[in-house]
């Protein structure tokens, strides 16, 4: 049966419509500041900032289909020691709110005074892409050049933190824009912007059934071609055996939030003697040391809350496909523990419980 729900449509673009609205925004004072993505002054190059000047909106590219750094990250630096003391606009993809939402659930970030504004979402180009020459080109181009982790998200509807959704990705080409009003705070807002007209329309979901449909099979064909622990660990180290040790792909991950990783602690660290007796022992070593340990310890500790962003692949400078890795096991352990990461603020981590009786099927 289908249902109707309330929007605010613009013939204008969604650029232009969404700097209009934010810029009305910050002048009336409903927001004291805006959190988007922009291009910095080298051309090609994008990152988030903070807007506070309602002249400097023009700046402002939403939903760029770039992630420079993961949104949730750049929020949680922001918010780990205060939230925010005034409302904060802040433009989230689906995936990003949703890693935020897990950051906020470990204490690394608030989502007071922050306003969230998504969108469906149609994925995001790889940085590497965009350095080029041939960069308008491959915007031109964009559903052929998004993230692997984007053609097999069927995430990509916003949960109930986005106050707002602008519909992006669609099955059917749109002209102008539509934006969902999700909250109650959404409508209120919504009702002094006489610029936008304000009507009902299909739900998402509804305008959007064959992305899903296409992005589940993409899904299921990686689910069935990636290797998995059960494979064996030749595999695994197959998969990993171009890995440098650079750590990236921690430090891009929104969800790895330990102040001392075990990885850089004395009890995975080895001196010299000990690297020298080992090599002694076998003939020789790799060094650095560890690589497989440390790729199979973050898929253990970050799979319960991994949200697919696919910023870690992103990142990898020697193009191993981690996300592809991390996604695969994600799924599984998440269906196995029954818990959607970011789906809920009140939704315990499973790394945070233990239960006596958990797991019987996988352990017995």
């Known amino acids: 049966m289908n249902t109707k729900t309330s929007?605010?449509?613009?013939?204008?673009?969604?650029?232009?419509?969404?700097?209009?609205?934010?810029?009305?925004?910050?002048?009336?004072?409903?927001?004291?500041?805006?959190f988007a993505l922009r291009e910095t002054r080298q051309k090609g190059r994008y990152c988030y900032?903070?807007?506070?000047?309602?002249?400097?909106?023009?700046?402002?590219?939403?939903?760029?289909?770039?992630?420079?750094?993961?949104?949730?990250?750049?929020?949680?630096e922001m918010t780990i020691t205060e939230p925010f003391g005034r409302p904060v606009a802040a433009l989230l993809r689906p995936c990003e709110i949703r890693a935020f939402v897990e950051n906020v659930k470990q204490s690394q970030g608030s989502l007071e005074?922050?306003?969230?504004?998504?969108?469906?979402?149609?994925?995001?180009?790889?940085?590497?892409?965009?350095?080029?020459?041939?960069?308008?080109?491959?915007l031109a181009n964009h559903g052929g050049n998004i993230r692997n982790a984007c053609r097999t998200c069927t995430?990509?509807?916003?949960?109930?933190?986005?106050?707002?959704?602008?519909?992006?990705?669609?099955d059917e080409p749109h002209d102008g824009t539509v934006i969902y009003l999700n909250t109650d705070r959404a409508v209120e807002i919504a009702g002094k912007l006489d610029s936008l007209s304000r009507e009902t329309g299909k739900p998402a979901?509804?305008?959007?059934?064959?992305?899903?449909?296409?992005?589940?099979?993409?899904?299921?064909?990686?689910?069935?071609?990636?290797?998995?622990?059960?494979?064996?660990?030749?595999?695994?180290?197959?998969?990993?055996?171009?890995?440098?040790?650079?750590?990236?792909?921690?430090?891009a991950c929104p969800l790895c939030s330990c102040v001392l990783c075990d990885y850089e602690t004395a009890r995975t660290l080895h001196s010299p003697e000990l690297v020298r007796s080992e090599a002694k022992r076998k003939g020789s070593v790799r060094v650095p040391a560890g690589t497989l340990q440390f790729q199979l310890g973050r898929?253990?500790?970050?799979?319960?809350?991994?949200?697919?962003?696919?910023?870690?692949?992103?990142?990898?400078?020697?193009?191993?496909?981690?996300?592809?890795?991390?996604?695969?096991?994600?799924?599984?352990?998440?269906?196995?523990?029954?818990y959607a990461p970011g789906r809920d603020t009140d939704d315990t981590p499973p790394m945070a419980t233990y239960l006596e009786k958990e797991l019987l099927d996988i352990t017995d």
């Not at 898929?299 to 981690?322: E, F, K, R």
């Open 205 to 251: 979901a509804e305008l959007t059934s064959g992305i899903s449909e296409a992005r589940e099979k993409s899904l299921k064909d990686l689910m069935r071609d990636i290797p998995a622990p059960a494979d064996g660990l030749q595999s695994l180290v197959s998969l990993f055996a171009a890995c440098i040790g650079c750590r990236g792909c921690r430090e």
């Open 49 to 76: 900032s903070l807007i506070t000047d309602p002249t400097l909106i023009r700046e402002a590219l939403p939903f760029h289909p770039v992630m420079p750094v993961q949104g949730a990250r750049a929020l949680s």
């Open 7 to 34: 929007v605010l449509v613009s013939e204008s673009s969604i650029g232009d419509t969404l700097r209009d609205l934010l810029g009305k925004l910050l002048e009336n004072g409903e927001i004291d500041s805006v």
């Open 113 to 138: 005074n922050i306003f969230i504004i998504s969108c469906t979402c149609p994925g995001v180009i790889p940085a590497s892409k965009l350095l080029g020459e041939d960069r308008e080109d491959v």
């Open 299 to 338: 898929l253990m500790h970050i799979s319960p809350s991994c949200t697919a962003c696919g910023q870690c692949s992103d990142v990898c400078p020697v193009d191993i496909p981690v996300s592809d890795i991390f996604i695969r096991a994600a799924n599984l352990v998440q269906e196995s523990l029954d």
């Open 155 to 170: 995430g990509f509807i916003p949960g109930p933190q986005a106050d707002m959704t602008v519909l992006l990705a669609s």
